[in-house]
């Protein structure tokens, strides 16, 4: 009977073993997974960073008067500013499967309303900035309206708004600049004063504005919903949710975004340009890419989107002070935008993903109108 009792024992303690020995591969295995699938979903942005930090240290190297902070702060940060705002808006857009071409002239649009307005009612400079956001959250707003109502394709309703704000820009402004800034007390302090001594508050605005809209796409019900549209369409509306008016407010969130970079421009300017911003949604659209926000829709970060917009000021101001010329430096740029979207495709490719735009249902307003 001990006998039996003592065999009984070891193949108790042998079975016990082999179960632990399973459990502590099933946990390794389980924490491997996390850890793969967090370096996954990390990898653009990280490699977003780590080119940040090389291409910094290149023009460092090339030329030691490039970190000096008076180009930091002056020239990189600065010219940072504008875009960043920009591309912030533009994310949230993107993640959606969508695309926003009117950016740029809508925020010369916000601008000239913004100055007219400023001059003729003899407005305050927080009144001032408050109007330049709700008149470019209006703007979205119809962006939106284009294409959950009339079911126009994002593409050609943000094309279309893209010409139409141009030419409104010129009309209200009589085609001549609205010199205003240096008239409204305080103006030209929103992006030159210094509440942190040596620290643009043209960049104090950028930070604050990336931490509220990574706090608006991460812990709110917009943010969630803006990535649900962008995964799958078609799920998000069986699941009940109110897919056009989301979408609408996704749009009209990236003009109030629109809105503060016209604020900040016409400030940084000392006035209001109707032919400013042609080209910068394509510079903005650049940076959120370069960020690893996808191009398909469903994935992206804010983060990454400051960081996207930082290597294009890097890589515009590096090549300025090398001396390059200017054509060669749009040649550099174009090759930066093409490798970001190639890395996109490459990373989708090993995750099993579609590589084609018409892939989701999601990804079809790109191109075609919504059902």
């Known amino acids: 009977m001990q006998q ?19 459990d502590l591969t099933t946990t390794q295995s389980e924490g491997g997974n996390k850890v793969s699938a967090f370096v996954r979903r990390e990898i653009g942005r990280v490699a977003a960073l780590a080119s940040l930090v090389i291409i910094f240290a290149f023009f460092t190297i090339m030329r030691p008067v490039f970190a ?13 500013t504008v875009i960043g705002l920009l591309a912030i808006g533009v994310t949230f857009v993107i993640i959606t499967g969508g695309i926003d071409l009117s950016v740029g002239t809508s925020m010369a649009l916000v601008a000239v309303i913004t100055g007219k307005s400023v001059m003729a009612y003899d407005l305050n400079v927080w009144t001032g900035i408050l109007l330049g956001m709700v008149v470019g959250g209006l703007l979205g707003a119809i962006n939106g309206l284009l294409i959950t109502v009339l079911k126009l394709p994002a593409f050609i309703a943000t094309l279309a708004t893209m010409k139409g704000a141009q030419g409104l820009a010129l009309i209200i402004s009589d085609m001549k600049p609205i010199l205003f800034a240096t008239d409204v007390e305080g103006w030209d302090q929103i992006a030159r004063g210094n509440i942190i001594p040596n620290f643009p508050n043209a960049v104090l605005i950028l930070f604050v504005a990336a931490i509220i809209g990574s706090l608006i796409l991460n812990k709110t019900v917009l943010g969630r919903y803006n990535f649900a549209i962008g995964s799958n369409l078609e799920a998000t509306k069986l699941s009940g949710v109110k897919v056009n008016r989301w979408l609408v407010a996704i749009y009209a969130l990236c003009g109030v975004y629109v809105g503060l970079a016209a604020v ?36 992206g970060t804010i983060g990454g989107t400051i960081i996207g917009a930082l290597i294009m000021s890097v890589l515009i101001n590096g090549l300025r002070i090398l001396e390059l010329q200017q054509e060669w430096q749009y040649v550099v740029v174009g090759a930066v935008i093409l490798f970001a979207v190639f890395a996109d495709n490459l990373r989708r490719r090993r995750a099993g993903e579609s590589t084609h735009l018409n892939y989701r249902p999601s990804q079809s307003r790109f191109y075609s109108a919504s059902k």
């Not at 000096?68 to 940072?80: D, H, P, Q, R, Y």
């Not at 940084?268 to 400013?276: E, I, K, T, Y």
């Open 68 to 80: 000096s902070w008076a180009n930091v702060s002056g020239g990189i940060l600065m010219s940072t």
């Open 4 to 22: 039996n009792l003592a065999t009984n024992y070891r193949q108790f303690t042998k079975r016990e073993k082999r179960n632990m020995s399973e």
């Open 264 to 299: 900040v421009i016409t400030s940084r300017l000392g006035s209001a340009q109707p032919d400013l911003g042609l080209g910068y949604e394509l510079e903005a659209i650049a940076a959120v890419i370069i960020g690893g926000t996808s191009l398909f829709g469903g994935k």
